[in-house]
Every structure is written in C-alpha cells, then in structure tokens.
T-cell receptor, first 116, second 115 residues
Framework: AQTVTQSQPEMSVQEAETVTLSCTYD???????LFWYKQPPSRQMILVIR??????QNATENRFSVNFQKAAKSFSLKISDSQLGDAAMYFC?????????????FGKGTKLSVKP | DGGITQSPKYLFRKEGQNVTLSCEQN?????MYWYRQDPGQGLRLIYY???????QKGDIAEGYSVSREKKESFPLTVTSAQKNPTAFYLC??????????????FGPGTRLTVT
C-alpha cells in the first residue's frame, strides 16, 4: 500500500525568507501524481502545486516550487519570499495514475509558522 | 460561483444518535469523497463515489454510511456504531479520468462534536 510521510510536524520561517517542507512516499507504481495542499486556519483545503511523476521538470507556481526526486521518492515543497499568509498546515498527497483510484493518500501534515 | 458546500459548519449530537452531514457540489464532477481529519493526523478516506448510485469504502468506513442518488450530492451519515465520531469532516469532488492529474476540490468542512 502507498504511504506518505511528512517528517516535520512543525516548521518556522522568517517573513521574506525561504523554507522547504519535506515529503517522502512509498509506492511500487511508476506513474502517479503528487500534490501539496495548504490548510489555513479557516481549514479550507487549497491546492498549492501538483506534479506528474512522468515529468522530470519540477513544477512551479509563483513563489512555490517542488524538488521531485523520483528515485528517492521525495517530493519537497519550497516556499520563497515567505509571507504571513503562508502560515498554515501543509499536506503532501499521493494519487495513483489509474482512474479507478482517484482518492488521495495524505501525509500527516507540517504546520508552518511565519514570523514577522 | 462553482464550488462545494457543506452544512452545517458546526454540529453537535448526543452519543447514540445518528447524524447526517451534507455535501453538495455544482462543479459537475463525477467523483465525490469524504475524509475525516483528527488532530495530528492527515486526512483519512471514509467513502468515495465515482458515479451515481455507486460508492466504495475507504480506509475507515466502519460506522459510516453514504448515498449517491444525485450527481451533486453525497451525504455522509455517522451512525451510533462509530466509536469515536468527534472530528472534522471534509467533502471533496473531482473529475474522473485516467492519465489526468485532476485535483480534488474541497468543501469548507463540518466540525462534528458528539457528547
């Protein structure tokens, strides 16, 4: 069974600095998708970034980028120029490639604090 | 605006009572999901449905039931058999397709407290 591990329960970053959140996963599949979701204090889950495993190029979305290391089964999230609004829980998630397996498998999350 | 609505935001029930959580989406998505979130845990899948009148158990389906009579609606019933029902419940939806990196869209959640 696939598993997702986030080894950092809490992280802290100074405003305007850069922080990297770690995620590792375990799967025997070669094709799959990986996601980072943000959950602010409102508890609304928001997609931050997605990565297709067959793509070698790391995904980027404005200040958010990933470091996808397929062989190492690692999928870290880098937040550049951190802002106060980035403070939230961040969840890494895995989804199988096949359409019949649409559900996401989540890590336990990393709580990010941003210091002014 | 398209989206997912969950009601109510907060729900209180006495132990031994069944309670139904509402989830409605107007995104025309085929698939819908229910997750449970506890402190220090990630989201865990309760049930999911990829088509009307069909649904599958997730990892923690015991003590829960669902129905999918309409594409837009996927209500979750927390039965008295659920031993620890107090939690935050999130509903999500997505399109269905192989080879498509479709994301799941989430509702605002319902906080259920059972005493």
């Amino acid at each position: 069974a696939q598993t997702v591990t986030q080894s950092q329960p809490e992280m802290s970053v100074q405003e305007a600095e850069t922080v990297t959140l770690s995620c590792t996963y375990d799967t025997s599949e070669s094709d799959y998708y990986l996601f980072w979701y943000k959950q602010p204090p409102s508890r609304q889950m928001i997609l931050v970034i997605r990565q297709e495993a067959y793509k070698q190029q790391n995904a980027t979305e404005n200040r958010f980028s990933v470091n996808f290391q397929k062989a190492a089964k690692s999928f870290s999230l880098k937040i550049s120029d951190s802002q106060l609004g980035d403070a939230a829980m961040y969840f890494c998630a895995y989804r199988a490639y096949g359409g019949s397996q649409g559900n996401l498998i989540f890590g336990k999350g990393t709580k990010l604090s941003v210091k002014p | 605006d398209g989206g997912i609505t969950q009601s109510p935001k907060y729900l209180f029930r006495k132990e031994g009572q069944n309670v139904t959580l509402s989830c409605e989406q107007n995104l025309n998505h085929d698939a819908m999901y229910w997750y449970r979130q506890d402190p220090g845990q990630g989201l865990r899948l309760i049930y999911y449905s990829q088509i009307v009148n069909d649904f599958q158990k997730g990892d923690i389906a015991e003590g829960y039931s669902v129905s999918r009579e309409k594409k837009e609606s996927f209500p979750l019933t927390v039965t008295s058999a659920q031993k620890n029902p107090t939690a935050f419940y999130l509903c999500a939806s997505s399109i269905v397709g192989t080879g498509v990196p479709y994301e799941q869209y989430f509702g605002p959640g319902t906080r259920l407290t059972v005493t």
